[in-house]
């Protein structure tokens, strides 16, 4: 659906990393997700240490709800038939990760623990809790929280959970899960110090025009010992080299900035976390790569050429998987692990 009100927009000429002057990198870019109005461009920070991607000019506070009008997140992704490679992975997930899940068949076991031995699939069946194994289960802040099925999958697994979302239709979507989730941003929430032993964020910090400050604010409200977690699109990705404009991760007007690992580290030591880790992984790599070419996001599915490049996609993902072998901080998504 095309939206006929025009987002109103700010320059924004200076990298929030360095202050150094923009460059024009990508221009004439369009909405091809969900039909947002505009033409847009990505600037690239003139530094050449930090290379810092953002939109310029971007859309001015109050009127960055109007790029989420027909967002993902307002819809109720869960199922109420279980996909068998869905069995697989909770039975997978019940094993490793202690993920509360009945009924599990001994062939649903033997085929994950079969498929696990590979890396291809492997990295899709411990996705996201691979991450904190080994952390505490205490109180779980998840920012851009959306529709709450990631929320709810930390619930399962025994978290103290609460969501914080900008989009009231997303979080009147969580709260019908049964979810603690609050609307606003995390500076009008005001919480008290030391509250929180994680703050987990996936694909929303690339969704917020000060970024920095978010992460200031995180580590204001986390507990000693506590872990901010962060995944992200990766600007050093070899598909966004290989893309260039196309690359998904852009996604133009949502994607206000655009990180790699270097910037992240850079940005957590100086505001202040005692220990950083950055890890890559291609999780999302098959994703970004059939809708970076298929811009019918929820359209044109069923055909025979979406099918086919659905397969290229997974073909894309192994080879990447190669790759990532020898360049391990060339994946899709950056994951950003930084304790207080």
Sequence with gaps: MKHLKKIRTQTKGFCIICKAKGIQKYHNLRDRLFGVSGSWQICECSNTSCRHLWLDPSPINEDIHLAYAEYFTHQDNAQLNVSFLQKIVLAYQAHYYQYPVRNIKQFHRFLSFFLSQFKFFKEYMDYPFIYFKGIKKGKFLELGSGSGDMLNQFKQLGFDVEGLDLDPKAVQNAKQKGLKVYQGDIFAKRFEEDTYDIIFSSHFIEHV??????????????????????ITPNTSSFLHRLLKWRWLGLDPPRHLHMFNPEQLEKIAFDIGFKEVKLKSGNYSASTMFYYSLNANYYHDRRNLKAWVLRLVSLIIRLCLNILHYFYPLSGEEIILIAKK
């Design 209 to 230: 025009p000060d970024p920095i400050n978010v992460m200031k604010e995180s580590l204001r409200i986390l507990k000693k010992g506590g872990a901010f977690m962060a």
